[in-house]
């Protein structure tokens, strides 16, 4: 009996470790899911493993600058996800663990660079109330506008131009805010007939000053988002409207306070096998580079729009479509009084013919054509081939 319960217990001690070795999961950003590997334990014990390898062939030609062949990672990079839950409570909480390791294909140039990260490591703790997200996972304000189909499953902006290290841009700054992974404590609600939303205190970015300033973020960046999505006889819709709220806090000889704000709507038509995105951004103290605090504090004040439209149409295994957008700043007069310098109006536009074939569930192949024009970057021509491997 002694070696009975030995061998139950190797064997139980067994699955527990394969259930962490091969763990936990969010479905950060858009990667799709399709087939995570799932195991469960005889005492309730679960873990999947989930991820996608994209591939992009990229020939460019950017204007008065080189021409240039990659092989490169796309908006997404390569990502391993992982997920174990634990046993329900007697109060019936479920309480996971999530974690995700992503990988890029290229660095800046030099060969075996690629940076290697995580985005995702958080607990979820879930029940009838909807779920609490704490730790580092992805950001709520304009979540939703990044999920078009152009860019979030191929390349977009090649924000280092023709020597783009890392991910690329998508439509960041040139349509949409990006959302980017940070640390935080969200809540998101369960889905009621179709509606659903979700809130987040979030770290707060610091914006860099080039004339030495201190900044100061005392509160966090509050973020929120409600989605709307229901079905009828010949397709669906999908609305979404969101909110961004952060103050900064400029110390020193020129002290002043300023806010990065915005807010963001939607929609998403699908009529038949035709469907239509329109997506419209507005912010003060972003720029259109669409990236918090990159501008520095020379942001304070910039309003700024991102918006696309993107029609799609699917036969088969096939979906082709269009896609363009733009993101814009207002000019700014200098500021002495808060040592802020003259900002330029400024505006970026993306077109992008694309077509996915999906193969297999697990496999697709992507085609891209991209014209990009810039008042602060070379414009640029790009093909793109992309293959992508999900499991």
Do not use: C
């Not at 152009?150 to 902006?157: E, N």
């Not at 896609?323 to 400024?346: F, H, N, T």
């Amino acid at each position: 009996m002694k070696t009975l319960n030995n061998i139950k217990n190797a064997r139980e001690m067994t699955k527990l470790s394969s259930a962490i070795g091969l763990a936990m999961v969010t479905m950060a950003m858009s990667n799709p899911v399709n087939a995570a590997v799932t195991i469960e334990s005889d005492t309730g014990w679960e873990t999947s493993i989930s991820g996608s390898i994209p591939v992009f062939v990229v020939s460019s030609d950017h204007e008065g600058e080189e021409k240039a062949f990659r092989v490169q990672s796309g908006f997404n990079p390569a990502n391993l996800n992982f997920h174990v839950a634990a046993p329900k409570l007697d109060n019936g909480l479920t309480v996971s663990g999530n974690f995700q390791i992503d990988t890029h294909l290229q660095g800046s140039g030099v060969q075996n660079s690629g940076l290697f990260e995580s985005r995702v490591a958080n607990i979820q703790i879930a029940g009838d109330f909807g779920t609490v997200v704490v730790g580092k996972d992805f950001g709520v304000f304009n979540s939703s506008a990044i999920g078009d189909i152009a860019s979030q499953g191929g390349v977009g902006w090649l924000g280092g131009g023709a020597d783009t290290g890392n991910a690329t841009g998508g439509r960041i700054g040139t349509g949409y805010v990006y959302a980017n992974f940070n640390p935080q404590v969200k809540f998101v609600s369960n889905d009621y007939n179709g509606l659903s939303f979700k809130v987040a205190m979030i770290n707060p970015e610091e914006p860099q000053d080039s004339q030495g300033a201190s900044i100061e973020t005392d509160s966090p960046r509050f973020e929120g988002q409600a989605n709307y999505a229901t079905k009828f006889n010949t397709g669906g819709i999908k609305l979404w409207a969101g909110f961004i709220q952060q103050n900064v806090s400029v110390l020193g000889a020129n002290s002043f306070d300023y806010d990065m704000q915005g807010f963001d709507v939607g929609t998403h038509l699908d009529l038949g096998d035709f469907g239509i995105t329109l997506s419209f951004t507005d912010t003060t103290g972003i720029g259109a580079d669409g990236l918090y605090g990159f501008g520095g504090i020379n942001d304070a004040d910039v309003d700024a729009t991102q918006w696309y439209v993107e029609a799609d149409y699917v036969f088969d295994k096939t979906t082709v479509g269009i896609s363009y957008g733009e993101g814009q700043q207002d000019s700014r007069a200098a500021d002495a009084s808060k040592g802020l310098d003259a900002v330029a109006e400024i505006d970026n536009e993306l077109s992008m013919l694309f077509v996915h074939y999906q193969m297999s569930t697990e496999f697709r192949l992507v085609a891209e054509l991209q014209d990009y024009k810039s008042d602060v970057q070379a414009n640029y021509d790009a093909i793109v081939l992309g293959f992508q491997f999900d499991f």
